[in-house]
C-alpha cells in the first residue's frame, strides 16, 4: 500500500497565503499524476489542480492566478501554494496520485485531508 500524508492546513485571514504538502510513502515505482481536490461543507468534492509527471499543470479557473500546484518528484511530493485567500476557499483540501507501486499496477491513492479556513 502507499500512503499520502498531508500538511500545512490552518487559519488564514483573507488575503493571506497557505502552502500544502503531501508526501507520497510506500513501495513506490513511480508517481504519474498528483492532484488536489477540495470539499466545502454541504458542497461535492471538486478539482483545484493536478501535474503530471513531466510538470504539466492544470488549475481550475477559480484558483487560476492565486494557486499554484508544484511537485518534487526526488521526494514523491507535492505542493499547493495558495495565495490571495477568500473565504470560499475554505474547505478540506485532498491530494491524491496515481502511484505505481512495486509489483503491482497503477491506482490512484488519496491523502486523509487537511482543514483550510479562510476568516478574518
Known amino acids: 500500500q502507499a500512503q499520502l500524508a498531508e500538511s500545512g492546513g490552518g487559519l488564514v485571514q483573507p488575503g493571506g497565503s497557505l502552502r500544502l504538502s503531501c508526501a507520497a510513502s510506500g513501495r513506490i515505482f513511480s508517481i504519474y499524476t498528483m492532484g488536489w481536490y477540495r470539499q466545502a461543507a454541504g458542497a461535492q468534492r471538486e478539482l483545484v489542480a493536478t501535474i503530471t509527471r513531466r510538470g504539466d499543470t492544470n488549475h481550475v479557473d477559480s484558483v487560476k492566478g492565486r494557486f499554484t500546484i508544484s511537485r518534487d518528484n526526488a521526494k514523491n511530493t507535492v505542493y499547493l501554494q495558495m495565495n490571495s485567500l477568500k473565504a470560499e476557499d475554505t474547505a478540506i483540501y485532498y491530494c491524491?496520485?496515481?502511484?505505481?507501486?512495486?509489483?503491482?499496477?497503477?491506482?490512484?491513492?488519496w491523502g486523509q485531508g487537511t482543514q483550510v479556513t479562510v476568516s478574518s
Open positions: 491524491y496520485a496515481s502511484i505505481h507501486l512495486l509489483g503491482r499496477n497503477a491506482q490512484d491513492y
